[in-house]
């Protein structure tokens, strides 16, 4: 049986079309312009995005005493579950969960957060979040699944970059762009073991 990988954000999430423009809404709601916002975005992410030292600086940094930390995160967060790819999910549904991992690139704590908010969590029979490459997470379940094609699903074309398609011939790679090539993703298995 083929195994899938998906990564979160931009795959299964819409986090930058649809979650983040959220976001800075929610900032903007309370006086913040969106300049402002994309700066203290910038110095946050550089750090490794969590959402509440964005909160906290912006509130500290604007000096807004509308609204308190936690209320503002929930706001945000509360809407997470509507900005799953609901195309993508439903596909993901019928493989069964053994199939299906996650391998996402994050903060572990924050990335966790969003995904159990999603209510998708018990579609992936794992679940791995990395600070840096993905590769050992990839190739580790290419090397469990030797005999078996794998398919690893990600936005992001520098996650491709140092996996060893060599040594691991049942890997293969769907570079995501959107719902048109969703179908790229679950074509007749290519993978003929020799
Ligand atoms: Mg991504």
């Not at 604007?62 to 967060?77: H, R, T």
């Not at 195309?87 to 996650?102: F, N």
């Not at 999603?118 to 791995?128: A, Y």
């Amino acid at each position: 049986m083929i195994k899938y990988i998906f990564d979160f954000d931009d795959v299964l999430f819409y986090n930058t079309s649809k979650f983040k423009k959220h976001m800075y809404k929610c900032f903007e709601e309370i006086g913040v312009s969106c300049d402002a916002i994309k700066t203290y975005y910038q110095e946050e992410r550089d750090k490794g995005f969590v959402l509440r030292n964005l909160v906290i600086s912006v509130i500290d940094g604007e000096k807004i005493s509308s609204v308190n930390v936690d209320e503002l995160i929930e706001k945000i967060m509360v809407e997470c579950k509507n900005f799953v790819n609901n195309e993508l999910i439903d596909k993901i549904k019928i493989l069964g969960a053994e199939h299906c991992y996650m391998v996402t690139h994050g903060v572990t704590e924050y990335q966790m957060e969003k995904i159990n908010r999603t209510g998708i969590r018990s579609l992936f029979c794992n679940i791995v979040v990395v600070q840096d490459t993905k590769k050992w997470s990839i190739e580790d379940i290419c090397e469990n699944f030797i005999n078996d094609e794998v398919v690893f699903v990600d936005d992001k074309e520098k996650r491709f970059v140092d996996l060893d398609f060599e040594k691991y011939p049942n890997l293969r790679i769907v570079h995501y762009v959107g719902r048109e090539n969703i179908a790229d993703i679950f074509k007749e298995n290519s993978f003929v073991k020799v």
